[in-house]
T-cell receptor, first 112, second 114 residues
Framework: DAGITQSPRHKVTETGTPVTLRCHQTENHRYMYWYRQDPGHGLRLIHYSYGVKDTDKGEVSDGYSVSRSKTEDFLLTLESATSSQTSVYFC???????????FGSGTRLTVV | DQQVKQNSPSLSVQEGRISILNCDYTNSMFDYFLWYKKYPAEGPTFLISISSIKDKNEDGRFTVFLNKSAKHLSLHIVPSQPGDSAVYFCAAPPPGKRDDKIIFGKGTRLHILP
């Protein structure tokens, strides 16, 4: 399986604080994605990247920014966390045997 | 508006019986579909896919059926086993894509009863 790790696995933060989630891959894949999973909504695309410094917005990008300065790292930042951003965040990479994505194990973020 | 719809939030099936998970889509241009399986505290994992040029794809106990005229696909699990208890996501990439900006349904939680 492709190596993809997310950190931290769990985080509790206060409303209004900045938070950065990290996705790291060891497979040198160009395409990377951030999704959030919420009850009743499934998986929704936040941002994606086609390569270093090549990022774009997904379906639910408001309140989030991303950066990709190296192929292996894709960072998701909540500039000022809100309770509505309490969710489970998944990073994914594509280009693995045409089977869609390989996902990381997720980061559970709670904003209090 | 949801392009990939899973209208059953949950499903309970007796062990050994057939599990049928349904998915509908609205974009008739979708040409590739995937099913993912997700256990608690883990990321989704690929289960099975189907191209729109086929109406059936089988992999062991898992079979996906595609009805293009109805814009409907279904995942059949036969026989159902306890390890099949998970959330299943139906998904489709934009037309012409295979693994880019995939659109997911809301998921169906499958409970396999002993």
């Amino acid at each position: 399986d492709a190596g993809i790790t997310q950190s931290p696995r769990h985080k509790v933060t206060e409303t209004g604080t900045p938070v950065t989630l990290r996705c790291h891959q060891t497979e040198n894949h160009r395409y990377m994605y951030w999704y959030r999973q919420d009850p009743g909504h499934g998986l929704r695309l936040i941002h994606y990247s086609y390569g270093v410094k090549d990022t774009d917005k997904g379906e639910v990008s408001d309140g989030y920014s991303v950066s990709r300065s190296k192929t292996e790292d894709f960072l998701l930042t909540l500039e000022s966390a809100t309770s509505s951003q309490t969710s489970v965040y998944f990073c994914a990479i594509s280009g693995t045997d045409n089977y869609g994505y390989t996902f990381g194990s997720g980061t559970r973020l709670t904003v209090v | 508006d949801q392009q990939v719809k899973q209208n059953s939030p949950s499903l309970s099936v007796q062990e050994g019986r057939i599990s049928i998970l349904n998915c509908d889509y609205t974009n008739s241009m979708f040409d590739y579909f995937l099913w993912y399986k997700k256990y608690p505290a883990e990321g989704p994992t690929f289960l099975i896919s189907i191209s729109s040029i086929k109406d059936k794809n089988e992999d062991g106990r898992f079979t996906v059926f595609l009805n293009k005229s109805a814009k409907h696909l279904s995942l059949h699990i036969v026989p159902s086993q306890p390890g099949d208890s998970a959330v299943y996501f139906c998904a489709a990439p934009p037309p012409g894509k295979r693994d880019d900006k995939i659109i997911f349904g809301k998921g169906t939680r499958l409970h396999i009863l002993p």
